[in-house]
């Protein structure tokens, strides 16, 4: 069996590019020129001096002693949340602005639910002096100020995307519409291991820098560069993919992917598609996704702005059915209690994201001394208002 995309674009079953027509010559454009691009000396010169120079990288690979002791296990956090902008979405976004320049694109699009992939893509156009247009639900706009702020200061236009719910499938929606209206001067960010291929494939890529950087690091602090386990949160599921690319192959490393189960599996107010995903299309890709019986995609939920999303990436889809990949799906209450422990521990204040994937030491039973690595998505200053109302702490 083989985790990585096929020549068509698959995942096993998974993936593919189910495209409007008029799309096709932009989706197209980019297929073909997307790995020969990456693997130019230039490109891979500038890639990693920017990370480098600009994200901060390498992020540390922590051992969490005390965090570590309480479980009987030894935990190391990949510090995601040390890269420029607070998360690892940078990584992507510093990549396909790189990829936009040697295409000569001269206008970026993006769409965004939260916020948080707005900001990175309109970070790394200020970075470049490249026009920033961020497409954002009308009902996103209203929840999300202080990351439209950002934008804006950022030198981003953010347009509000008015028809059905008003969120981030409409925001999607006006930006394919952009795209298809701007097929040569316009690349169009994707924020995540989803859309058509080969935006899965590419945003893996260039997130596999944090498991590249793991290996490494695990070779120094534990004589081996391969852990027991390598834990992530998912979403869309392009932190996960990072952390799992160079593991995905090595059969001994034991994959773990974790969901948002929102307020429970069944309480209709959840995000964990693998529980209740069937397959189906959203943005481009044949995935698992949550739908009605009549395949309309249901409304996701989750605590955690950047879990709330209706369907996984492909190869997150096909980690699941294939059984590479073992899915766990953690509850707000849990996720909130694992954040604020990692504070007490560690001195650590997670993503709320992140704090799903480290919620799941209170049931997974480890082997004693297991080497796991969790990656540490982001940091929790942007849920600070979450936090505060949760916990009461004002
Ligand atoms: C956006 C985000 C996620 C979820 O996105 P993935 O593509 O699944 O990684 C997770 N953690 C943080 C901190 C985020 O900002």
Redesign the pocket.
């Known amino acids: 069996m083989n985790y990585n995309v096929d020549e068509k674009g698959y995942y096993g079953d998974f993936g593919g590019a189910y495209i409007p027509e008029m799309l096709y010559p932009n989706v197209e454009e980019l297929r073909q020129n997307y790995l020969r691009i990456m693997q130019e000396t230039d490109f891979q010169k500038e890639f990693q001096e920017l990370l480098r120079e600009y994200v901060g990288r390498p992020t540390p690979l922590y051992f969490a002693k005390r965090f570590s002791e309480k479980y009987g296990i030894k935990v190391y956090l990949k510090r995601?949340?040390l890269c420029h902008t607070?998360?690892?979405?940078v990584n992507n976004t510093i990549g396909q602005i790189l990829m936009a320049q040697k295409l000569g694109k001269k206008r970026i699009i993006a769409e965004t639910g939260?916020g948080?992939?707005g900001v990175a893509t309109a970070t790394v156009c200020a970075l470049m002096g490249l026009e920033c247009i961020v497409y954002m639900g009308e009902i996103d706009i209203a929840r999300q100020a202080p990351n439209v702020a950002r934008m804006k200061m950022l030198g981003a236009t953010v347009i509000p995307a008015t028809s059905g719910s008003k969120t981030l499938k409409d925001a999607t929606n006006e930006a394919i519409r952009d795209w298809i209206n701007n097929p040569t001067d316009t690349h169009y960010i994707i924020?995540?291991?989803v859309g058509p291929h080969p935006y899965p494939d590419m945003v893996a890529r260039f997130q596999s820098v944090i498991s590249q950087e793991i290996k490494l690091q695990l070779q120094e602090k534990e004589g081996r560069d391969s852990p027991d386990y390598v834990v992530?949160?998912?979403?869309?599921?392009?932190?996960?993919?990072g952390a799992f690319f160079h593991y995905l192959n090595d059969e001994k490393v034991g994959i773990i992917a974790v969901e948002a189960a929102g307020k429970g599996i069944d309480t209709g107010e959840s995000a964990a598609t693998s529980a209740l995903g069937r397959e189906g299309i959203i943005h481009g890709s044949k995935t698992l996704l949550m739908q009605t019986d009549d395949g309309q995609i249901t409304e996701p939920y989750s605590i955690?702005a950047?879990?709330d999303?209706p369907g996984v990436?492909p190869m997150h889809a096909h980690l699941f059915r294939s059984g590479r990949g073992e899915f766990i799906s953690i509850t707000d209450d849990d996720a909130m209690k694992a954040g604020l422990q990692l504070c007490e521990l560690e001195g650590i204040i997670p993503?709320i994201?992140?704090s799903h994937a480290l919620a799941i030491f209170e049931d997974r039973k480890f082997k004693k001394d297991d080497v796991v690595v969790v990656n540490l998505?982001?940091?929790g200053d942007?849920d600070l208002n979450t936090y505060i109302k949760y916990f009461d702490l004002a």
């Open positions: 995601e949340d607070g998360a690892h979405k939260a948080q992939h924020g995540s291991v992530a949160c998912v979403g869309g599921g392009s932190n996960a993919a955690s950047g879990l999303y990436g993503a994201e992140s998505s982001g940091r942007k």
